[in-house]
């Protein structure tokens, strides 16, 4: 009896410790301007939920990445649309993860958790649920996407900015202390 609890302390103490955290979409509003309509679209990744509009403020937004690939940068994301963050149907969700993915003007570049993956990237289950896995496949972690996400408009910080709760997650990754932009 001794050693069988002996054996399941060692595993517990072997395991890595799961943490929490959340996946937010800052989609500003279609601007029409001389006829052209663009619009705007930032990931945020935060420790908790819900969110204030100060918490929206106080970390490094990441652009979506031009050619929807994420291998050299940013995010991409197969099911993203110009409709709403909260009505998009999202088949696979990456985000580049070297060395260099916050900060890139910075002398001391980061990544966005606190370990280079090369990329993390959600990939759908069924039922709103999503596997991570790293640039090798190696399983990450999961992730859901909540039923009722929370919604924000957080316009008095940010231009015409709409804020949506897009998954929440679990994994041995944590999101990097340098994506929090400190106090001035």
């Not at 970390?59 to 009505?87: E, F, L, M, Q, T």
């Not at 596997?131 to 015409?160: K, V, Y």
Request: proline share 5%.
């Amino acid at each position: 009896m001794i050693y069988l609890l002996t054996t399941l302390l060692a595993v517990a103490a072997a395991s890595p410790a799961l943490a929490d955290f959340t996946i937010y979409i800052g989609k500003s509003n279609d601007i029409t301007d001389v006829g052209v309509t663009f619009s705007s679209t930032e990931m945020q990744i935060h420790d908790h939920a819900p969110l204030s509009c100060s918490d929206m403020g106080h970390v490094v937004p990441i652009s979506a990445s031009s050619n929807n690939d994420a291998s050299k940068g940013r995010w991409a994301c197969d099911g993203c649309s110009a409709k709403a963050p909260r009505d998009w149907v999202i088949d696979r969700f990456e985000m580049y993860n070297k060395d260099d993915a916050v900060g890139h003007s910075t002398d001391h570049p980061v990544p966005l958790f606190n370990r280079s993956t090369g990329a993390v990237t959600l990939y759908a289950t069924g039922n709103n649920n999503y596997d991570m896995r790293d640039i090798n496949n190696t399983f990450l972690g999961t992730c859901n996407r909540p039923t009722h996400p929370q919604e924000m408009d957080c316009w008095q910080l940010i231009s015409a900015t709409f804020l949506t709760h897009v998954f929440s997650c679990t994994s041995d990754l944590v999101p990097n202390d340098d994506l929090w932009v400190q106090d001035e």
